[in-house]
């Protein structure tokens, strides 16, 4: 609270948002060419008209990271409070991109779920979730321990990067049979009907044989139901 205003909104002076902090007059931008400077205010906690809040700039600068390579501000007084003026490095382009180790899916396939491109920024927080994605759609097509290792990123000259990614595929994994124990009162076919993983068959290429742990969640929510209509727990 903030003893004698008559408001008890739960903050204290250190966070900054108390009264004695100025009014943000301007909100600036120097060196940003590929983002506009009205499209970065969106994104920000600290606003134009507004007090100062220590805590939000500093939460404005992580976001910012996220666009930029550097980033420092600079809080300028002015008559009726401060500018704040943000000065930018855009992040270095990628100039190439590889990927090696696919034989499941094409190099433009995996291209496709990237938001990494050759020809546009590198943005570090990015690469993580490329590694994520690419690892989910093997998962997806049945390569259980597929990984894609942290990539390698290689400063050119001109100012440009390198990254290259790397992908384990490991091996397929399939399903080469499904056994039940203590389903007693339950006909195996009937649990089997109700379940989307199945085992691999006698006629391989007519069964989807893959194994997801997502499906197979799944499968242990059907089979819930199935046994408790027949009136067991």
Do not use: C, W
């Not at 008890?8 to 909100?27: A, C, F, K, S, Y």
């Not at 291209?111 to 546009?120: D, F, V």
């Not at 044989?209 to 499968?219: H, I, P, T």
């Amino acid at each position: 609270g903030q003893p004698g205003t008559g408001r008890d909104d739960g903050l204290d002076p250190p966070t900054g948002r108390d009264e004695e902090q100025p009014v943000i007059m301007r909100i600036e931008f120097e060196g940003n060419a590929l983002f506009a400077s009205e499209s970065l205010k969106v994104f920000m906690e600290l606003k134009e008209g507004e007090r100062l809040d220590p805590v939000a700039l500093d939460e404005d600068m992580e976001t910012l990271f996220r666009f930029f390579d550097r980033v420092k501000v600079t809080k300028d007084p002015v008559p009726g409070g401060v500018v704040l003026r943000f000065f930018v490095s855009e992040n270095p382009l990628v100039v190439e991109l590889n990927i090696y180790g696919t034989e499941e899916f094409e190099v433009a396939e995996i291209q496709e779920m990237m938001s990494t491109r050759a020809g546009y920024p590198l943005f570090p927080y990015a690469l993580a979730t490329d590694a994520e994605d690419i690892v989910e759609a093997y998962r997806m097509r049945g390569f259980h321990f597929a990984q894609v290792p942290e990539p390698v990123i290689t400063a050119l000259e001109g100012g440009g990067r390198r990254v290259e990614f790397t992908v384990v595929e490991g091996p397929k994994v399939e399903v080469q049979e499904i056994y039940f124990r203590g389903a007693q009162h339950v006909r195996r076919q009937d649990l089997l009907e109700v379940m989307q993983t199945e085992p691999l068959g006698f006629l391989p290429f007519l069964s989807d044989a893959v194994f997801r742990m997502d499906v197979l969640l799944e499968d242990l929510v059907a089979l819930k139901r199935r046994v408790e209509a027949e009136g067991f727990l």
